[in-house]
């Protein structure tokens, strides 16, 4: 069995200094932190205002960070090809692309919420799995921002995570151009470890909700069918979402019942479905994991595959074989996990089965000719920090 690692934080803060002084010949003075995330349920509904249930991943993303005196900014990643270069007034919406439009509309979110930012390197690199819907965008957005909160001598305390929140919120939505609702920056920024994070959109509380799995262990598995945040699907799926509020006269989704989407066409009416009875999964599912309940676990967790599949249609065949094969395996839950369009599988099962059911889907996957997919264990570990 092969699992990915998530690396050893020294070391890979290290690698992070190492790349920063090899691509930019700059020494860098700190490094930000920051993990992925997987959802344990309540997908889509962040922006519908509802609640969701992510834990931070111990797979995190690290960027080293000098500061430069000329106003200017610098990047690279360990995971592109090239550099880019921009002054600090011109890296707002439509001036920065690709990869680096998660980088650099970090910094011009900081300075768009007051932060005096001075010109400086960066040079992310991590083990969190692109594309593979387990937020490596977040990690990178709030690494990013930890590093940035560093170079100015200011801790992370909760005014300074929330400010990072929104502001890489901004970074995503604003300058790359993905249309996310904020989970995935609020569990990156104040996840804990051994605890999932229960968000409510309504207000943006959110809470721990300590997970004593005992002999369970959550699984996730890359189905290596790349997701993307901006390639229409998502925002398709959003765009639906709104118009279902505004034809049902509320102001999200949070609001609606069943009985009231019966007025809906139908393509809508489905979308709006999955949102509502989604939503209304995730606090029994909080309850199932604190009672240790793994058949309504599993209960949960189907009903709610079953919804992203047929009602919202955002399940793949890859994504389909891989929950179908780790429950017969053994799991006792598992669900897709994320944006959907591709990239991963959620389970829950004993550790003790974790071998047997990665090896199923395995060969799963084989005998239907998909591309071997990857496996992590997602131990529920902190979020964003910065490293000296």
């Known amino acids: 069995m092969s699992l990915l690692s ?8 290290d690698e992070a200094r190492a790349g920063l002084r090899d691509v930019l010949d700059a020494e860098a003075t700190v490094v930000g932190r920051a993990p992925g995330r997987v ?5 889509h509904t962040d922006y519908n205002r509802g609640l969701v249930l992510p834990i931070a991943l111990p797979h995190a993303t690290y960027a080293a960070a000098a500061l430069r005196d000329d106003r200017r900014v610098r990047i690279a990643s360990g995971q592109e090809d090239g550099t880019v270069e921009a002054r600090l007034d011109r890296i707002g919406p439509g001036e920065v692309e690709d990869w680096a439009a998660y980088t650099a509309g970090v910094v011009w ?15 992310v690199a991590g083990t969190v799995p692109l594309g593979a819907g387990l937020s490596s965008s977040a990690a990178v957005e709030c690494a990013v921002a930890a590093a940035v909160a560093g170079l100015l001598d200011r801790p992370l305390d909760d ?23 904020g989970m995935d920056q609020t569990v990156s920024v104040f996840g804990e470890a051994g605890a999932a994070l229960l968000i409510d959109f309504a207000d943006g509380h959110h809470r721990p909700v300590p997970l004593a799995l005992g002999d369970r262990t959550v699984l996730v598995t890359d189905t290596r069918v790349s997701h993307r945040l901006t ?37 809508v009416r489905r979308r709006a479905r999955h949102i509502v009875t989604e939503i209304a999964r995730v606090e029994p599912v909080v309850d199932a994991l604190t009672a240790a309940d793994w058949g309504a676990l599993g209960s949960l967790f189907a009903a709610s595959h079953a919804s992203m599949r047929d009602d919202f249609e955002i399940s793949t065949p890859e994504l389909d074989l891989a929950v179908e094969t ?10 897709m996990t994320g944006g959907g369009f591709g990239g991963s599988i959620v389970a829950v099962l004993p550790t003790s089965a974790v071998e047997t059911v990665t090896q199923a889907i395995g060969a799963a996957f084989a005998a239907a000719g998909y591309k071997a997919p990857a ?11 910065i490293l000296g």
Do not use: M, W
């Open 6 to 13: 998530p690396g050893d934080a020294a070391a890979l803060a």
């Open 375 to 385: 496996h992590l264990l997602a131990e529920p570990s902190a979020g964003a920090e």
């Open 231 to 267: 390639d229409g699907g998502y925002a398709a799926r959003r765009a639906d979402c709104e118009k279902a509020a505004a034809a049902l006269g509320v102001p999200s989704l949070r609001q609606a019942t069943l009985a009231s989407l019966d007025i809906l066409p139908d393509v």
């Open 326 to 335: 780790a429950v017969a395996a053994g799991a006792d839950a598992a669900r």
């Open 159 to 181: 005014d300074l995570r929330r400010l990072v929140v929104e502001a890489c919120i901004r970074a995503e939505t604003e300058v790359a151009g993905a249309p996310t609702g």
């Open 109 to 123: 979110a900081l300075q768009q919420a007051g932060l005096e930012l001075p010109g400086l390197d960066l040079y």
């Open 39 to 43: 959802n344990l349920i309540g997908e």
